[in-house]
T-cell receptor
Framework: GAVVSQHPSWVICKSGTSVKIECRSL??????MFWYRQFPKQSLMLMAT?????????EQGVEKDKFLINHASLTLSTLTVTSAHPEDSSFYIC???????????FGQGTRLTVV | GQNIDQPTEMTATEGAIVQINCTYQ??????LFWYQQHAGEAPTFLSY??LDGLEEKGRFSSFLSRSKGYSYLLLKELQMKDSASYLC??????????WGAGTKLIIKP
């Protein structure tokens, strides 16, 4: 299956700063990637769909100006959490899915803690 | 609307068998996935069902009934490392995975 590399695996930042999370597809050309957020003991929540060469599609309730997504190439999508606040502390996971009925391949996830 | 219903938590004994049920309602249906997720880690793929019936893969089996909107994951010969959350995720008409909160499985010696 496809290999997805997500970096960093964890980050601690100060409130008001920005954090960039990278998601790389190592052996698959990903025209679409998905960004999820997961709070403790809760389900994965889709934040946005990242489309290569075009604007991301955000889910309802997700601020596009706060969570900047860039998908400039077929192997890299980035999520930048701007002006982070403690309530943004969460587990962020990227994934790419094959076409049709194939499984989703996940990055390792990024544990963000805003202090 | 779209909805997933799984038990929040289950407890089982090492070496035993456990069945985790999932009922779902989605806009369209393109199969159902089961994932395992250990705390602090990303989900890992376990199984995929698109047709009715049972799919067996080693110690894990997954069943689907599309007419009933129902699936279960069956884990046999439970091991301590099977302690994790198990996520039922149907795929809707847009092939988007719909995630439930998962079932936390606790294995006791």
């Amino acid at each position: 299956g496809a290999v997805v590399s997500q970096h960093p695996s964890w980050v601690i930042c100060k409130s008001g700063t920005s954090v960039k999370i990278e998601c790389r597809s190592l052996d698959f050309q990903a025209t679409t990637m998905f960004w999820y957020r997961q709070f403790p003991k809760q389900s994965l929540m889709l934040m946005a769909t990242s489309n290569e060469g075009s604007k991301a599609t955000y889910e309802q309730g997700v601020e596009k100006d706060k969570f900047l997504i860039n998908h400039a190439s077929l192997t890299l999508s980035t999520l930048t959490v701007t002006s982070a606040h403690p309530e943004d502390s969460s587990f962020y996971i990227c994934s790419l899915a094959g076409t049709g009925h194939t499984e989703a391949f996940f990055g390792q996830g990024t544990r963000l803690t805003v202090v | 609307g779209q909805n997933i219903d799984q038990p929040t938590e289950m407890t089982a004994t090492e070496g035993a068998i456990v069945q985790i049920n999932c009922t779902y309602q989605t806009s369209g249906f393109n199969g159902l996935f089961w994932y395992q997720q250990h705390a602090g880690e990303a989900p890992t793929f376990l199984s995929y069902n698109v047709l009715d019936g049972l799919e067996e893969k080693g110690r894990f089996s997954s069943f689907l009934s599309r007419s009933k909107g129902y699936s279960y994951l069956l884990l046999k010969e439970l091991q301590m490392k099977d302690s994790a959350s198990y996520l039922c995720a149907p795929s809707d008409s847009n092939y988007q995975l719909i995630w439930g909160a998962g079932t936390k499985l606790i294995i006791k010696p």
